[in-house]
């Protein structure tokens, strides 16, 4: 199985895929979609829809992760302008026919390291040693989308979590 996981930003949305068969994660590819700081919010997330839309096309995957929309009391416009990326992220996936899944921020931290509140660094650590990596996934934009995408394979979709040998 093919897994997109995706950690939406306006300025920089991380991508991450992973190939998972049985026990096994192989990194596919990684990397960043920029929108252009300065630029209108409406330029920024047809950069992002567009960005997320051409990795679809090119890696095919089976499914897309996504964080879930945080917000915290004292900055909800930070949320509603998150909400826009998340938005184009998910018609990009919609429009290429993969089922999108989305993830509490807490719950990715938690699986991949025990702690719901892990800081960054130690998200990279955890994705380093669980794909095997030579150094830690950076921007941590990099790092968290990996972690989505295995989120998603070690919570429900691997055959053992679905009761398959």
């Known amino acids: 199985m093919r897994i997109l996981g995706i950690d939406p930003g306006l300025n920089t949305t991380g991508y991450g895929v992973i190939d998972a068969e049985g026990r096994t994660l192989t990194l596919v590819e990684a990397g960043v979609v920029r929108g252009t700081s300065g630029r209108s919010l409406a330029h920024r997330v047809g950069e992002i829809h567009a960005g997320v839309a051409e990795v679809v096309e090119a890696l095919k995957p089976d499914a897309l992760a996504l964080e879930e929309l945080y917000s915290h009391y004292e900055r909800p416009k930070t949320a509603i302008l998150m ?29 991949l390291t025990g ?7 130690q998200m990279q650590q955890a994705v380093q040693a669980e794909l095997r990596l030579t150094a830690a996934p ?8 990996l972690a989505i995408a295995m989120t998603h394979w070690y919570l429900g979709c691997r ?7």
């Open 83 to 111: 909400g826009h990326a998340r938005g184009v992220i998910v018609l990009a996936g919609v429009q290429a026919g993969v089922k999108v899944h989305h993830y509490a921020a807490t719950q990715i931290k938690k699986t």
């Open 115 to 121: 702690n719901g509140r892990a800081p960054k660094s």
């Open 138 to 145: 950076d921007p941590p934009d990099v790092a968290d989308a």
């Open 159 to 165: 055959p053992s979590a679905i009761g398959l040998p």
